[in-house]
């Protein structure tokens, strides 16, 4: 027996975990039983509800008030299970730490960034205020956050989604804890820091021998980080193993569906499942963007001077019937700002956007109103992005209700209850409300209403981001099949590339607001030339352990970058940076036709 074996760090014997509410107890957790070894990676994967998150919020004694747990969990040898608070405060950060699935309700809404993370290193590892600052800085920089010490003295609202997840990774590792237990910890990342977060834990993991349970839904992150895997379904473990075994010879149907359902960048095609349907060259143009411009001026608060973020600085597109445009890039790069500039959400500072051969840039309200029924939007969050209030098939006849008020109440409910049935929907939940819904049935819903007045031109803004595996394919081929039936045109935007490669024709990369190149998806995926584009594709995770952990990944150096410096969008041309007042204009990289539909911004070898 290896020393791993012999000295588990965490030990569940037969826990179970139950909710006491109005319908009666509801069991979450049904006998689990497992151990993680020191210096080991359990990988946790299961389909949302299937129990992962409260076994360990179990483990933790973070469970709801009407939440009990029975059983026997053990931390180095001791019990811990529905320990007293005052005893379980003390074991929480010093010996057990916690990576939570949603950063913003985890952090603390009022205390600025560096406190949060000081604040258990000096009551764990008794650190004075100055030291644990500085270690709070020094975290903060490793999970590369850009300008870390100005970070300190910000608060939670104040960062984007995914700086905030990777200040709890920060927080979570600080006091280097005995167990880490990560719950989606780079569900909000983008793949480059995704793959950083997931070094990092695996050196912490290596170099302090602490244990690491891994909850995901996202089986690359498995393939490159797990030693064991755990399946999840229905409150219970459904097998366990080595991860090469889950992988190569899964034991049960629900495992191989799971892997089944994954995309990947390390095959072409879609395993059998709808494919983009071929978009003939002289298809017409359904939306024109010309040097696109999107500039803040942002003042006040932390920013002694005026301070100008270029979001999107001077792009082109070309979208045509029929044809999906696949848009990738970092946060920060300008994805959605573009999308929304295309719909005219909001203003842009210069270029022009034509709908249908009409241009947009200087449309009046009236205009604006004719065309928008041709522009769609599906948003990430569904059930955000839903009325509460409103009934699902008032949510999804609200645009028939607005563009078409010649349709009776009858007619609009008809033609809602036909666009239910066509994305999946059954019929008869269309008075159900959003909450009584699922989340892969409220990305329906979100569908349905964009698809029902059959416009021209839908934005798909990480429309599939936040759903399980199997759902995220179900709407993908959904979506495909849509596309297919109605001809319209689709900008599909999305951090997961793996995704935007079974859905698009074409992609397009954006940088710091600027085009690193664009292609068809077959080239891009086949042949990408940018080095930024390269770093993107070496950094997403292929679903299988022994190809995953032989790749070479692509890295890039220097100072990470900020969106308030303009010199940042300039990092692949290091040998024309200007310097100093007498520098001149910012100067602009070009895009250079290397092939036929493949362009490329100019860099110099990094």
Not at 252 to 279: C, F, K, N, Q, S
Request: aromatic share 4%.
């Amino acid at each position: 027996m290896s020393d791993k074996a012999a000295s588990p760090i965490l030990q569940i014997t037969d826990l179970r975990v139950a909710f006491d509410t109005y319908d009666g107890a509801i069991e979450a957790v049904r006998g689990v039983s497992l151990s993680v070894a020191k210096g080991e990676c359990l990988g946790v994967v299961g389909e949302s509800g299937s129990g992962k998150s409260q076994t360990f919020m179990a483990v933790m004694g973070l469970l709801a008030r009407n939440g009990r747990a029975s059983g026997s969990v053990k931390l180095d040898g001791r019990e811990i299970l529905n320990l007293p608070a005052a005893e379980m405060n003390r074991v929480r950060g010093d010996a057990m730490g916690m990576i939570f699935q949603d950063p913003l309700t985890a952090l603390t809404p009022h205390m600025k960034i560096g406190e949060q993370i000081a604040e258990p290193v000096r009551a764990h590892l008794g650190l004075s205020h100055q030291a644990a600052r500085a270690r709070a800085k020094q975290w903060l920089e490793r999970v590369r956050i850009p300008d870390a010490g100005r970070r300190l003295d910000q608060y939670p609202h104040e960062l984007s989604g995914g700086m905030r997840q990777r200040v709890m990774i920060a927080a979570a590792l600080a006091c280097e804890p005995l167990l880490l237990i990560a719950d989606e910890p780079t569900t909000a990342l983008d793949v480059t820091v995704q793959a950083d977060m997931l070094d990092l834990m695996a050196e912490l993991k290596d170099e302090t021998g602490a244990g690491l349970v891994l909850i995901t839904h996202d089986m690359g992150v498995i393939a490159r980080l797990a030693d064991r895997v755990s399946v999840m379904r229905h409150g219970q473990y459904l097998e366990e193993g080595p991860v090469d075994a889950i992988f190569a010879e899964p034991k049960t149907a629900y495992t191989r569906e799971l892997l089944d359902a994954i995309p990947r960048l390390d095959r072409a095609g879609r395993g059998g499942r709808p494919e983009p349907a071929p978009v003939p060259a002289e298809s017409p143009i359904v939306v024109e963007g010309k040097d696109l411009k999107v500039w803040f001026e942002l003042s006040g608060g932390l920013f002694a001077k005026p301070k100008q973020l270029r979001a999107v600085d001077g792009v082109d597109l070309i979208v045509r019937k029929g044809e999906t445009l696949g848009v990738v890039g970092e946060s920060g790069s300008g994805k959605s700002t573009l999308a929304r500039a295309v719909l005219k959400l909001i203003p842009k500072t210069s270029g022009s956007v034509s709908l249908l051969g009409r241009d947009l840039s200087e449309a009046d309200k009236a205009a604006m109103r004719a065309s928008r029924k041709d522009l769609q939007i599906v948003f990430q969050d569904p059930l955000a992005s839903l009325d509460p209030r409103q009934t699902i098939g008032e949510s999804i006849a609200e645009p028939l209700r607005v563009f078409k008020p010649e349709l009776t109440r009858d007619q609009r409910q008809t033609l809602a209850m036909e666009m239910m049935a066509r994305v999946g929907l059954d019929p008869n939940l269309l008075n159900r409300y959003p909450h009584e819904l699922s989340g892969g049935q409220n990305q329906r819903v979100g569908i349905a209403r964009a698809m029902i007045l059959k416009p021209a031109l839908v934005i798909c803004d990480e429309a599939v981001s936040a759903l399980d595996v199997s759902i995220r394919a179900q709407i993908v081929d959904l979506l495909i099949e849509l596309q297919r039936d109605l001809g319209l045109a689709m900008i599909f935007i999305s951090h997961d590339l793996a995704v935007v490669r079974e859905v698009s024709h074409r992609v397009m990369v954006l940088y710091m607001g600027r085009v690193m190149e664009e292609a068809s998806s077959e080239t891009l995926y086949g042949g990408a030339r940018h080095p930024y584009t390269q770093a993107l594709l070496s950094a997403a995770p292929i679903p299988d352990p022994v190809r995953e952990r032989k790749r070479k990944r692509v890295k890039l150096t220097g100072e990470t970058p900020s969106p308030l410096d303009p010199l940042t969008a300039l990092r692949f041309l290091p040998s024309r940076l200007p310097s100093g007042p007498q520098a001149g204009p910012l100067y602009v990289p070009q895009l250079r036709e290397v092939a036929s539909g493949h362009r490329v911004s100019e860099f110099d070898p990094i």
